[in-house]
């Protein structure tokens, strides 16, 4: 009987391949194992809110603290000699390698960037197991997180960059307009055709399909989610009270596409659709994008510089230790972009002497960064910071010590 | 090899040869040890470390976890039921599918096909399992699920829109695409495996088959298919093993929104695909916690699956009455 026997063989090593295969699986999910005891919680965490940050508590280091009188020279950093390594943010990857190459070829021809572009929740975990000399991240640390972290911590945005939307309605080519309670709409199912009279109210006198609507979400964990969920959770009280802000939602309906590649795909493929996107891959791609309506009442188009208005208007109002989100800014800001977002600089305020060559490296990089660095954010599609938080950011390096010295300018 | 058969061996040797075992015996003994070892160690550790880090998982959300319905990462309510729904639907969709072509396929490599049109085919078909899993998702999210919009789902939705299966507004991602990738991904697999069984019948079958006047597919209903059921069982469950598991190109395609719905054009969202999509950012430890026991989930219904199989085929091969051992 050779086909039992056969039979049997093949059973077995059908049995063993199961096996492993639930091994690898298995090795797949537990693989981060280590990364989990320190990881933090961050921002998918319960209660965080999009408006200006929580009271500072204990371990977060107020910028102002013990800076320098001593302003440095922008070329701070010429003489250093050291390898720098940082991890986090996919959204910092294409600013800060191109400034890093920049800074290498024309500045410190000694110092070198090592930038792991693993995502924010990774940034994180690297940055507080002290594997990194910074860290980045779409969100600022919580107060839980930075307590985990072990030491005080400076949150640095070092750039922005806007959540456009973008939409397929096919033969229109006319200005797409949107109040915020209409994207709130659409995101939460209320709003199902593209002829609903809100959104009619939103574009006068343009002629809308009657096409249903399928809101595109990112299907990953994603900053890009965590900035415009804030911004819904911030400007629409049925979006705060059902859905809340986070990497990760629970979205009330619509489709989800794996990073900005997928969404963008699900919507181009298919009529009728809307997704959100970072600017720069919106721009990239030449997508196109609605305007959004700012507190003041304007339509006003993501751009560049509409973000950066947005970040000017909210830094007089912001935190001393810069956790704040650039969402939906005051109506004195009339040019800006409401759905605004920031990548931060992790560092902490305190290093120990023994690793003072890559820390100074690091901080005239980041100074030099948040100066010179900014005018070549454009070039990779992103927006500069306004110059009244260059000066935030400043007080906040003055601040970094090495072994008790002040780590700028020695 | 087990064990005692080599001890068995070397009190053979002794007597025949009258000498001790050579060194080389013990030391082989000692590494075929070592590995049998070393698998199952990985595997109960695994299992152990899951069960561990799924506990707090397991302390806040409970039971229920298995059949609610809502998962809100932001306020922290976790219930998996429709990517339990998701991922069986998929998997069993497209072993079905796989196992009607995979059979196909293989008997017509088998018993139809000339030698030099049958090895080429043969190669191609397990060219498709070496393609990488992303290589099929890039395909299905860019290539296929487009196509299957313009010309699957619009033209079903249009005319037969009032039945469930059909219903709902198609856009190319969702169930139904994710199948169609599945199953391309799970044929090589089942093709091969029918393939390598049907060979194995007997060719005196056959011959009495033809004696008897069977045509050429009385023949293969008659000697071929009932010889080759077991294997060709066999090779399905494995499909649905593989499906069950496949996580990258499911989670491109298949739209990550978690319904429990009969229509095809429904986004859906399986298992493997939440864990690959959030696992990253998942930032608090109950969230993290939960994630890891979705892995759990899974790992026991793999191997549920497993024993279902090896019952199947069990009985098939005629159980006890045929001399057979379950375990």
Not at chain 1, 310 to 339: E, G, H, K, M, W
Request: glycine residues 10%.
């Amino acid at each position: 009987m050779i086909t039992k026997r056969r039979g049997k063989r093949r059973l077995l090593a059908l049995t063993a391949a199961g096996a492993i295969a639930s091994a690898l699986l298995l090795a797949a999910c537990g693989g981060t194992s280590s990364a989990d005891k320190t990881a933090t919680a961050a921002a998918g965490a319960p209660g965080i809110t999009p408006a200006a940050a929580s009271p500072v508590t204990g371990a977060t280091a107020s910028a102002s603290g013990s800076a320098s009188a001593i302003t440095p020279p922008a070329d701070v950093g010429k003489n250093d000699k050291a390898q720098i390594t940082g991890a986090g943010s996919t959204a910092l990857t294409p600013f800060i390698t191109t400034i890093a190459d920049i800074y290498h070829k024309d500045v410190a021809p000694g110092v070198s960037l090592n930038y792991g572009s693993i995502g924010s929740g990774g940034g994180i975990s690297q940055f507080t197991a002290k594997t990194v000399d910074f860290g980045a991240s779409d969100i600022y640390l919580n107060d839980q997180q930075i307590q985990k972290a072990g030491g005080a911590v400076l949150n640095i945005p070092v750039i922005h960059w806007a959540v456009a939307l973008t939409y397929n309605i096919p033969g229109f080519s006319a200005k797409l307009n949107f109040s915020p309670d209409t994207i709130a709409g659409i995101y939460l199912g209320t709003i199902k055709t593209w002829d609903d009279p809100a959104i009619k109210a939103d574009n006068p006198g343009v002629s809308l399909p009657s096409l249903g609507i399928t809101p595109v979400h990112r299907s990953d964990g994603s900053g890009t989610t965590m900035n415009f969920t804030s911004f819904l959770t911030d400007v629409n009280a049925d979006w705060k009270a059902k859905v809340g802000a986070g990497l990760s939602v629970n979205w009330p309906g619509g489709v989800g596409g794996k990073g900005s590649e997928g969404v963008t795909a699900a919507v181009s493929n298919a009529p009728g659709t809307i997704g959100y996107v970072e600017l720069s891959y919106a721009l990239q791609n030449k997508l196109p994008v609605a305007s959004v309506k700012n507190a003041a009442g304007d339509f006003i188009k993501p751009t560049l510089a509409s973000t950066t208005a947005a970040v000017a208007a909210q830094v007089p109002t912001a935190p001393a230790d810069l956790r704040f989100l650039i969402v939906n800014p005051p109506a004195s800001a009339t040019t800006a972009y409401p759905i605004g977002a920031s990548t931060w600089v992790l560092l902490y305020k305190d290093y120990p002497a023994s690793k003072s060559a890559e820390v100074k490296a690091m901080v005239d990089f980041l100074w030099w960064a948040i100066h010179d660095g900014q005018k070549y954010a454009a070039q990779v599609d992103y927006s500069a910071m306004a110059p009244n938080l260059v000066q935030k950011a400043e007080q906040a390096l003055k601040s970094i010590t090495i072994g008790g010295q002040p780590a700028l300018g020695s | 090899m087990r064990a005692d058969e080599l001890r068995r061996r070397d009190q053979i040797a002794d007597i025949v040869g009258g000498r001790r075992p050579a060194l080389g015996e013990i030391l082989f003994r000692g590494v075929l040890l070592l590995a049998v070892t070393l698998v199952l160690g990985i595997l109960i550790g695994l299992l152990v470390e899951l069960v561990l880090r799924s506990r707090p998982s397991f302390a806040a959300n409970g039971w229920s976890f298995l059949w609610t319905s809502t998962w809100d990462p932001v306020h922290e309510v976790f219930g998996i039921l429709p990517f339990f729904y998701g991922t069986l639907l998929t998997a069993i969709s497209a072993m079905l599918l796989a196992t009607a072509l995979g059979v196909g396929v293989a008997l017509f490599l088998v018993e139809l096909a000339p030698r030099i049109l049958a090895r080429p085919v043969s190669f191609m078909v397990e060219m498709l399992a070496a393609i990488p899993s992303v290589v099929y998702g890039l395909w299905g999210i860019f290539v296929l699920a487009p196509w299957l919009r313009v010309y699957v789902e619009t033209p079903l939705h249009d005319h037969f829109g009032g039945v469930p299966l059909f219903s709902g507004y198609p856009i190319g991602i969702g169930y139904l695409t994710a199948i169609v990738v599945l199953t391309v991904m799970v044929l090589p697999t089942v093709a091969a495996v029918s393939r390598d069984v049907i060979a194995a019948v007997p060719q005196s079958q056959r011959e009495a088959a033809f004696a008897l006047g069977a045509t050429r597919w009385e023949m293969m209903r008659i000697a071929v298919l009932p010889f080759a059921r077991s294997g060709i069982i066999g090779a399905s469950i494995l499909g649905l093993a593989r499906g069950v598991g496949e996580t990258l190109a499911v989670a491109m395609v298949i739209g990550a929104s978690p319904a429990i719905t009969i229509s095809l054009f429904h986004p859906g969202y399986t298992m493997s695909a939440l864990i690959a999509n959030e696992f990253a950012e998942a930032t608090t430890s109950l969230y993290r916690s939960t994630l890891i026991e979705v892995g759990l989930v899974l790992f026991l219904v793999t191997l549920l699956i497993n024993i279902v199989a090896r019952l199947l085929v069990w009985k098939v091969t005629g159980g006890e009455r045929a001399g057979g051992v379950l375990v």
